[in-house]
């Protein structure tokens, strides 16, 4: 699971198992979990965040939709899923 951007206490990151699914980012903090679509961003699902966070994680997404796209391409087009 490569931590793709840590920002504060959000740590943003990639299971090798979603090579099938479309570009997407699971969002982790303490016990709190979250899947967001990358383009656009929109949240899929979540476990214990709060409305305010999951709108605060959604910008970042939006913000770092970029950085998220390439490091997605860069990590399953290489085929290194062992991380």
Not at 17 to 38: C, L, M, N, Q, Y
Not at 39 to 64: C, G, T
Request: a neutral charge.
């Amino acid at each position: 699971m490569p931590t793709v951007l840590q920002i504060g206490p959000y740590r943003f990151f990639f299971y090798a198992g979603d090579r099938e699914e479309p570009p997407h980012v699971h969002v982790e903090r303490d016990d709190s979990t979250a899947k967001f679509w990358i383009d656009p961003a929109r949240l899929q699902r979540s476990m214990r965040f709060s409305s305010k966070e999951l709108n605060r994680i959604r910008k970042l997404v939006e913000e770092h939709q970029g950085r998220l796209l390439r490091s997605w391409d860069e990590y399953f087009e290489r085929g290194d899923t062992s991380s």
